[in-house]
């Protein structure tokens, strides 16, 4: 039985292997699967990379586990989110019932209120997102976007005087 300060060489030797062999295989997983794979562009992304790594830690670190169950729950997860993702961008309905969409959260220097609330984001958090853009009027702020990832875009210049349409494609939440 080992404690928490001394550890076999054997058990150290099986950790390392380990950690060598399971990497591989995400490499190996990823390079057939593309870049997408560790991605948060969705929330199944996002999901996803969570998950690789907590299959990863516990593969490396629980001892009783085996590398090709590890493999085999990390080709499941990447398979799910490439065909998630595949139906996605096929089918527009299905994105809608599958996928978050993106909500305005502050337009032309204006906090949306209710956006925030059916967001569940505080004006000090946005406003925080806004310190971190180094924004320091409100009016040079044409749009903040809290996207499908948990991010916040802000969109943002001194110069511009207007934003693009194009840019707010997708976006719930714009006034009329």
């Known amino acids: 039985m080992e404690n928490w300060i001394y550890v076999t060489l054997p058990l150290l030797v099986k950790v390392l292997i380990s950690v060598l062999a399971i ?3 995400v490499i190996f997983i990823t390079r057939i699967s593309g870049l997408r794979t560790f991605s948060k562009m969705s929330n199944i992304d996002f999901a996803s990379t969570i998950a690789i790594g907590s299959i990863l830690a516990t593969v490396v670190m629980h001892t009783d586990q085996s590398i090709l169950k590890g493999a085999i729950a990390l ?9 998630f993702s595949f139906v996605a961008r096929k089918s527009k309905h299905l994105r809608k019932i599958l996928s978050n969409e993106p909500i305005l959260l502050m337009y032309y220097g204006e906090i949306l209120e209710e956006n925030l609330a059916k967001a569940n984001v505080s004006k000090e958090e946005l406003i925080a997102k806004l310190r971190e853009a180094n924004t320091i009027h409100f009016d040079q702020v044409f749009a ?10 802000v969109m943002h210049s001194a110069d511009q005087k207007q934003l693009s ?5 997708g976006v719930r939440g714009i006034p009329k």
């Open 23 to 25: 990497f591989a295989l």
């Open 165 to 169: 349409p194009n840019m707010l494609q």
């Open 75 to 83: 080709a499941g997860i990447v398979t799910f989110q490439s065909i």
């Open 144 to 153: 903040v976007v809290l996207e499908t990832t948990g991010d916040m875009s």
